[in-house]
């Protein structure tokens, strides 16, 4: 389909909102960064299914918008742009909701977030439980109700490469998220973006504040150039964050 100018996509018809992060995930990965197109993304009809949240869906599956927004029912129709990003696995039922920073270059070119060797965070979640294949975002949503998203889209090579309204505007779509699907628990990784927008003396651990109603757990960056933490104290903190979400899961 890349072969026309303006490919047309028509996404969710009749479906619930809650499949459509994963349908715009597989729309994503289909496509290369830098390619146009029209997309028709609808839904079946709810009170929570309006502009904002497709905005969010396609925000977080790593489109840019291109234009105006026009309301062709029972959905909205976008112009976007697919940008180098890592789209959301995310879903209704999820027992942890795993929050990064933004994609490094070999996450959104991979399409696995965190899955350069390096990087600590999938050894730590086998060892903890959380998950039970490395590397595999869609098992850890389908099987263990561990979905993955980050505060901001656009890929960069340091985190701190982002702008703090990159950050503030990320924040305000992952409440959002939260409200919306209602994971049992958040889990930040990475103290910076926490400490930037929401408490700047906050510790790893259990938070007071809560991100669209949910609880949130704060935790070191588990890039293995994070020296400051050894795999063992990664465990330990994704260990919490199961243990939490089995806590406050409704019975």
């Known amino acids: 389909m890349r072969s026309n100018r303006n490919p047309y996509f028509s996404l969710g018809h009749d479906r619930p909102a809650t499949e459509l992060p994963l349908t715009l ?5 289909s496509l290369s960064p830098e390619d146009e197109f029209i997309v028709h993304l609808s839904a079946r009809s709810a009170p929570d299914w309006s502009r904002q949240r497709a905005l969010d869906l396609v925000t977080g599956a790593g489109f840019l918008p291109r234009g105006k927004v026009v309301r062709k029912s029972p959905g909205f129709e976008f112009r976007l742009k697919r940008i180098r990003s890592l789209p959301d696995t995310v879903g209704p039922n999820m027992q942890v909701l795993i929050i990064g920073l933004n994609p490094s270059p070999y996450s959104a070119d991979t399409g696995i977030g965190y899955g350069r ?3 600590r965070f999938w050894p730590a979640a086998l ?7 490395d590397r595999d975002p869609r098992h850890a949503l389908s099987h263990h109700g561990v979905g993955m998203t980050d505060l901001v889209r656009r890929t960069t090579a340091r985190a701190d490469e982002v702008e703090r309204t990159e950050f503030e505007a990320g924040f305000e779509r ?10 049992t628990v958040c889990c930040f990784i990475g103290l910076g973006g926490w400490r930037l927008v929401v408490d700047r003396k906050a510790v790893a651990g259990r938070q007071t504040d809560s991100v669209g109603g949910c609880p949130v757990y704060v935790m070191p960056h588990t890039s293995g150039l994070n020296a400051h933490s050894r795999l063992e104290d ?8 199961f243990a939490m979400a ?5 019975v």
């Open 174 to 183: 992952i409440e959002r998220l939260a409200a919306w699907l209602k994971p």
């Open 246 to 250: 089995g806590a406050t899961k409704p």
């Open 234 to 241: 990664l465990v330990k903190h994704l260990a919490a964050v």
């Open 25 to 29: 995930a597989d729309l994503h990965l």
């Open 117 to 119: 060797p390096g990087n």
């Open 127 to 133: 060892k903890a439980g959380l998950v039970s294949i």
